[in-house]
C-alpha cells in the first residue's frame, strides 16, 4: 500500500501485488475481533446479545461520520487517518455505509480491512490503526465500550504506552 495519500487516494482500496486477501484467521492472529450481525434487528441477535454480555460492553452511542451530522468533520476524518492507538479496545457496528480500517500486521505492514454493514469488529487496546471513509464518503456505526468512554487516540510513536506492551505481549500468547 502506498503510504503518502491525498484525501482521494486513502478512500481507494488496496491490494498487495500479487493480491493477498486477509482471512479472519489473520486478524485473529494480531487481536483483531470480527462479527456478522443482523443490523436490522439488533435487539434479536443473538450473537449482538451474547457478546455485549461476555466483554461487559455497557456503554453504545452512534457515530455517523457526514458533514451534517459529524462536528468538525475535516479534522475528525484527519484524526481518524493518523495512525494512533488506544489505552482500550475500539469496538465499532457498522450499521450504515462503508469505509477501511488499516492495522498493522506482526512485520508492521498494513492490513486494510473494508467494513460494511453488519460487520462488527473490536480492534485490541494497543495495536496500531487508522480509519478512512472510502468511496462512498458515509459510514454510521455504534461504538461499544466498556465503562466510561475514552476516545483519546495516542498518535505513534506511543510505544511506552502500558496498552501497547500488552499488546506486544498479546502476540506473543496468540502466536
Ligand atoms: C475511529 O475511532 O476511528 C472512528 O470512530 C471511526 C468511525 S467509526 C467507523
Ligand atoms: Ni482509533
Redesign the pocket.
Known sequence: MKDIFSKEDRRLEYHLDPDQPVSLDDLENIGVKYWKIDVDDLEKDVTFTRIRKERCYNYQDM?E?HPDTLPDYEN?LK??FKEHL?DDE?I?L?MA?S?Y?DVRDRDDKWIRIE?LKGDMLVLPAGIY???TLDKNDY???L?LFKGVPV?T?HMRPADSKPARQEYLDLLKVID
Do not use: L, Q, S
Open positions: 457515530c461520520i475528525k484524526t481518524f488506544h475500539e465499532r457498522i455505509g469505509g480500517f467494513v490503526h487508522r480509519f459510514i454510521k456505526a461504538r476516545w487516540p
